[in-house]
Structure formats: structure tokens, C-alpha cells
């Protein structure tokens, strides 16, 4: 196990094959997709976990598997990626989050959060994180303002057709001084 980070209930690693069949029910789960234009497919799965290592590489970060550090158990994933549609903002480093349904509601995406920003700060050098989500995403949003970000705005995403409820996201950033 290729270890990142620790926390005092979860360990945040790279990512590993066996990983892809949690991934692919997370994706799966209407629930946990609800404020993406739609479920990932399998093959759409095994598409954004190949990014993913791409990221990896190219950067020398990414989106990090959570898990339990007791029990091992797949929860999530928490992490880095850089943003680079067409908005005010991009291209930035965007931290974001994505856990199973089962394991929301007990901190794990805030503590992994957390843990995340220190780490994007102060070992990766980072000046400033943005985070966003759609309006209706409440859940998100609350994450975020309980890691420290501060809403900015909103906007439009570029990826979403402009008359789905999904379009409007908010924006949220932290910088390294506050």
C-alpha cells in the first residue's frame, strides 16, 4: 500500500487495480451521482481511473484513494486535479471528493479534506485551491465550508448543457495564507 496520508481514522494512498471494482459501484450508485449529468458506466469508470494515473504522472498528484485505516475498506476518494475547462477561474488546482453512500454522514470527506489542503499547501506547494459543485449540491458545499473555503461565486459550467439543472455551480477557494 502506497500510503500519502493518515489521519486519525483514514489513510489516504495512490490508487491500487484491485481499487476499480469499488469505484465502479460508486459510479454506479444514482445516489452518489446525483448531482453529475449521469452514472459512470463501467468503461467510463475504467476511463476516469486511467485519467486519474495520467494525472498522476503528469503532475505528481491526483485524486487519492480513501480508506479506512483500521478495516482497510475502499470509502472514496479525496484529491487534487487541475481544472482546466474554459471559466474565470481555470486552469486551477480543484480538490474534490466522492464517497460511498454508506460512509457519508460521519466526516470522513471533511477529515480527508482537511488533510488534503494541508498537504496541497505544504508539501506540494500549492498557492491557492478551488472547489465547486452544483447549486442543489448542499452536502458539497457544506464540506467545503467546513474545511476553511470561502464562496466566491458562481458560474456556468461549460460541460453542462445550460438549461440542465446541473449547469449553475457554486465556487469556493482557499489560499495558503488564510
Same mark, same amino acid.
Given at each position: %500500500? !502506497?500510503?500519502?496520508?493518515?489521519?486519525?481514522?483514514?489513510?489516504?494512498?495512490?490508487?491500487? @487495480? !484491485?481499487?476499480?471494482?469499488?469505484?465502479?459501484?460508486?459510479?454506479?450508485?444514482?445516489?452518489? %451521482?446525483? /448531482?453529475?449529468?449521469?452514472? +459512470?458506466?463501467?468503461? #467510463?469508470? =475504467?476511463?476516469?481511473?486511467?485519467?486519474? #494515473?495520467?494525472?498522476?504522472?503528469?503532475? &505528481? *498528484?491526483?485524486?487519492?484513494?480513501?480508506?479506512?485505516?483500521?478495516? #482497510?475498506? *475502499?470509502?472514496?476518494?479525496?484529491?487534487? %486535479? =487541475?481544472?482546466?475547462?474554459?471559466?474565470?477561474? @481555470?486552469?486551477?488546482?480543484?480538490?474534490?471528493?466522492?464517497?460511498? $453512500?454508506?460512509?457519508?454522514?460521519?466526516? /470522513?470527506?471533511?477529515?480527508?479534506?482537511?488533510?488534503? +489542503?494541508?498537504?496541497?499547501?505544504?508539501?506540494?506547494?500549492?498557492?491557492k485551491i /478551488?472547489?465547486?459543485?452544483? @447549486?442543489?449540491n448542499i452536502?458539497?458545499?457544506?464540506?467545503? $465550508?467546513?474545511? &476553511?473555503?470561502?464562496?466566491?461565486?458562481?458560474?456556468?459550467?461549460?460541460?453542462?448543457?445550460?438549461?440542465?439543472?446541473?449547469?449553475?455551480?457554486?465556487? /469556493?477557494?482557499? &489560499? $495558503?495564507?488564510?
Amino acid at each position: %500500500m !502506497n500510503s500519502i496520508l493518515q489521519t486519525e481514522r483514514l489513510t489516504l494512498r495512490a490508487w491500487e @487495480t !484491485n481499487d476499480l471494482l469499488d469505484c465502479i459501484e460508486m459510479n454506479l450508485d444514482k445516489e452518489v %451521482m446525483k /448531482y453529475f449529468p449521469a452514472i +459512470l458506466t463501467k468503461e #467510463q469508470t =475504467i476511463e476516469f481511473y486511467d485519467r486519474v #494515473q495520467k494525472h498522476f504522472l503528469e503532475n &505528481g *498528484f491526483g485524486l487519492y484513494v480513501v480508506e479506512n485505516t483500521i478495516t #482497510q475498506e *475502499f470509502l472514496g476518494y479525496t484529491g487534487f %486535479m =487541475i481544472a482546466n475547462f474554459e471559466a474565470i477561474f @481555470t486552469p486551477c488546482v480543484e480538490i474534490g471528493w466522492r464517497f460511498k $453512500k454508506q460512509y457519508w454522514g460521519k466526516g /470522513y470527506a471533511t477529515e480527508a479534506a482537511k488533510a488534503c +489542503l494541508n498537504y496541497g499547501f505544504d508539501t506540494l506547494g500549492f498557492d491557492k485551491i /478551488y472547489s465547486f459543485t452544483a @447549486t442543489p449540491n448542499i452536502k458539497s458545499e457544506n464540506v467545503m $465550508k467546513r474545511i &476553511g473555503m470561502i464562496k466566491t461565486g458562481t458560474f456556468s459550467h461549460p460541460k453542462i448543457d445550460k438549461e440542465h439543472i446541473l449547469n449553475l455551480h457554486v465556487i /469556493y477557494e482557499i &489560499g $495558503k495564507s488564510l
